[in-house]
């Protein structure tokens, strides 16, 4: 593949680039395996902060190759990565064309694609000849860009996508596509990390607000500015100014400690436990079923967390009512169902609406990775999470009116 000068996005006065918050999201996929690997990294500068990122999530057994950007000098970049010590130059090696590349698990566009469709499609295409079976292609674009390159990635996002994120906070905001072009198996599940998802907004070191709160509480403060601007004289503006804390913290999104125990499942949501019982549910194939059923009210942490690490091979919504999720009839409510591939079995996470709560997010397509304890989802306001395990391969260490913590309790071991 031959390289093309970076195209300008039109509105700027120079080249899209990437900042540290988005070559953070794109390395991510490098970042989070914890096995030897090897990464490769294209269109590469000394200052690239896609470089930096990729350099810092190196682990001793893994090797990087970087291919400079077009007007980059090879020479220039090997200065550079000797600069950065021994370790580094042990595991860093900087190739003058791609052609000299071997392939990777992990390949990276170190700068976003900003020109047409056709040159889009052209350097996915040459970037996959690089790619190991189950590898990942990480290329970013422009968000608000609706045609060219931007449209293309969309396109490919929708046919090989295992993760989308978006990224607000980059000059200009990108959106960056993880990209698989052949299956990987359930087993890599247990190699990785929880991947870095850009869409918490960090408060404090241990605290993040999911963008929805975000969204939510910049609505309210919104409705705030209305108000004042149409009644100057009222009060009422102080209704949604004063909503717009609470609503936020609905979206909380702290950080978790994942046991590091490979037998654990891990509780899919905060909350209390409803109910641990054994069922059949032909929906996800023959024999009998471990049902942890967890109650989450409009006080706990809403986002959902992988009980176990495992490849989604199907998602699907199931049509019913907005019962109290407390109550038995709540079985019958809309409900989300994500079917993990593990290696122990199917395993199926349910997240249930309520009374108040009818509005779910899921963000893990089929095909992606999930490792234990990564945040896939959240139910807007509370309501229930439930945890499918293969009966005979769990046995459940939870009770009716326990608290259990998303990502952290650990409410089954794999016997």
């Not at 991510?28 to 914890?34: F, Q």
């Not at 993880?178 to 990785?192: D, E, I, M, Q, V």
């Not at 609905?250 to 209390?272: I, T």
């Amino acid at each position: 593949m031959t390289q093309s000068p970076a195209v300008r996005v039109p509105g700027l006065s120079g080249p899209a680039r990437l900042g540290e918050r988005a070559a953070r999201t794109l390395v991510s996929e490098l970042a989070r395996r914890n096995d030897s690997k090897a990464g490769l990294v294209v269109g590469a500068t000394p200052d690239s902060a896609v470089l930096a990122a990729a350099i810092d999530a190196l682990l001793p057994g893994d090797r990087l190759t970087v291919v400079p950007a077009e007007g980059a000098t090879p020479a220039v970049l090997r200065e550079h990565v000797t600069a950065q010590g021994r370790w580094v130059a042990d595991r860093v090696r900087v190739v003058d064309t791609i052609a000299e590349a071997d392939a990777a698990e992990v390949v990276i566009a170190a700068e976003p694609f900003t020109g047409t469709a056709d040159e889009a499609r052209g350097a996915v295409d040459g970037l996959t000849k690089y790619l190991t079976d189950g590898a990942v292609l990480s290329v970013a674009a422009p968000v608000f860009r609706t045609e060219g390159a931007a449209a293309e990635l969309d396109r490919q996002g929708v046919l090989h996508g295992v993760r989308t994120d978006l990224v607000l906070r980059n000059s200009p905001p990108v959106r960056v596509h993880h990209l698989r072009f052949t299956p990987a198996g359930a087993a890599l599940a247990a190699k990785l990390a929880p991947a870095y998802r850009p869409s918490s907004v960090p408060l404090t070191r241990s605290m993040h607000i999911d963008s929805n709160g975000v969204a939510a509480a910049g609505i309210s403060l919104g409705l705030a500015a209305l108000a004042r601007a149409a009644r100057p004289k009222s009060k009422l503006w102080l209704l949604p100014a004063l909503a717009a804390a609470p609503v936020a913290a609905f979206f909380r999104d702290p950080e978790r400690d994942v046991p590091e125990d490979p037998s654990a499942v891990v509780a899919a949501a905060d909350g209390q436990v409803l109910s641990v019982q054994r069922l059949h549910d032909e929906r996800f194939g023959d024999g009998e079923w471990l049902r942890v059923a967890v109650f989450l009210s409009v006080l706990d942490v809403h986002v959902n967390r992988s009980p176990v690490a495992g490849k989604v091979v199907d998602y699907f919504v199931a049509d019913g009512g907005f019962v109290n999720a407390m109550k038995p009839d709540a079985e019958h409510n809309v409900a989300a169902y994500t079917v993990l591939d593990t290696e122990h079995g199917t395993v199926v996470v349910a997240q249930r609406t309520g009374l108040i709560a009818r509005r779910i997010v899921q963000r893990a397509p089929v095909g992606a990775l999930l490792a234990r304890g990564e945040r896939f989802g959240l139910i807007r306001f509370g309501s229930r999470t439930d945890v499918y395990l293969p009966a005979d391969a769990a046995e459940p260490l939870v009770g009716p009116g326990d608290k259990v913590v998303g990502g952290a309790t650990v409410i089954a071991r794999w016997r």
